[in-house]
């Protein structure tokens, strides 16, 4: 049973949305980097939709390296995370001032 190509990209959509809303409203870094993950995935759905909807491989391909960049940046974004709080015992994203003056 062949799932139409709408239905993906309304639930990737949706995805996206609750990812927009979780960075927008949330204080605490881990959760707005989960967030940040989730805008990530549903954009990795809808190329995976469209990929499989036109029979093409880019899609495919573009996702891997997308997929890619988004374990380099969630290491990346967690050893910020670990080193400010070390520093400031706290991962409120308000608490973080350090690069001020």
Do not use: H
């Amino acid at each position: 049973m062949d799932i139409p190509l709408p239905y993906y990209l309304c639930l990737s959509a949706a995805l996206f949305v609750v990812g927009v809303a979780g960075v927008l409203t949330r204080r605490n870094a881990i959760v707005v980097f989960m967030c940040i993950e989730l805008m990530l995935n549903s954009v990795n759905l809808a190329l995976i939709a469209f990929s499989s909807f036109l029979g093409s491989i880019t899609g495919q391909a573009l996702v891997f390296f997308a997929m890619a960049v988004a374990a380099a940046e969630a290491a990346v974004g967690l050893a910020i995370v670990i080193a400010i709080y070390r520093n400031k015992q706290t991962v409120d994203i308000d608490a973080m001032n350090i690069l001020k003056w």
